[in-house]
C-alpha cells in the first residue's frame, strides 16, 4: 500500500494550494482516505476524512478546517484531494494522506506506515 501526497509549497495567508493523495496498492473506492498534517513540535492530527464509495463518501473535518478545506475524491484515478483556501500560518504543516477499509483506523490514525508527506507554509 502506498500514499503519495503532493501539491504543498509556499503560499501567502489568504492564499490556496491542493493537495493531491495517489493511492496505489489498495482497492482506492473501498477505503477511506484521511488528511492529516503535523506541525513543528507538535502531533500529528487529522485534518479531513472522506469515507468510502460504499460508505456514501461522507465527509467529515476538524473545526479549524471548515468553511475553508474541502477534501474529495476520483476513484478514476486513484487520487484524492484536498483544496485548501484562506490559508493562514497556523496551517503551516507536513501533510499526510493515508487509507483504511474502516473510518475508525482513519480517526485514530492507526497506521503501520506513512509517506513522506508535502510541506505546506503559509507566510504571514
Given at each position: 500500500?502506498?500514499?503519495?501526497?503532493?501539491?504543498?509549497?509556499?503560499?501567502?495567508?489568504g492564499g490556496s494550494?491542493?493537495?493531491?493523495?495517489?493511492?496505489?496498492?489498495?482497492?482506492?473506492?473501498?477505503s477511506a482516505i484521511?488528511?492529516?498534517r503535523q506541525a513543528?513540535?507538535?502531533?500529528?492530527?487529522?485534518?479531513?476524512?472522506?469515507?468510502?464509495?460504499?460508505?456514501?463518501?461522507?465527509?467529515?473535518?476538524?473545526?479549524?478546517?471548515?468553511?475553508?478545506?474541502?477534501?474529495?475524491?476520483?476513484?478514476?484515478?486513484?487520487?484524492?484531494?484536498?483544496?485548501?483556501?484562506?490559508?493562514?500560518?497556523?496551517?503551516?504543516?507536513?501533510?499526510?494522506?493515508?487509507?483504511?477499509?474502516?473510518?475508525?483506523?482513519?480517526?485514530?490514525?492507526?497506521?503501520?506506515?506513512?509517506?513522506?508527506?508535502?510541506?505546506?507554509?503559509?507566510?504571514?
Amino acid at each position: 500500500v502506498q500514499l503519495q501526497a503532493s501539491g504543498g509549497g509556499l503560499v501567502q495567508a489568504g492564499g490556496s494550494l491542493r493537495l493531491s493523495c495517489a493511492g496505489s496498492g489498495i482497492t482506492f473506492s473501498a477505503s477511506a482516505i484521511g488528511w492529516y498534517r503535523q506541525a513543528p513540535g507538535k502531533q500529528r492530527e487529522l485534518v479531513a476524512a472522506i469515507g468510502s464509495v460504499t460508505s456514501g463518501g461522507k465527509t467529515n473535518y476538524r473545526d479549524s478546517a471548515k468553511g475553508r478545506f474541502i477534501i474529495s475524491r476520483d476513484n478514476a484515478k486513484n487520487t484524492a484531494y484536498l483544496q485548501m483556501n484562506n490559508l493562514t500560518p497556523d496551517d503551516t504543516a507536513v501533510y499526510y494522506c493515508n487509507a483504511a477499509n474502516s473510518p475508525f483506523t482513519i480517526l485514530k490514525a492507526d497506521f503501520d506506515s506513512w509517506g513522506p508527506g508535502t510541506l505546506v507554509t503559509v507566510s504571514s
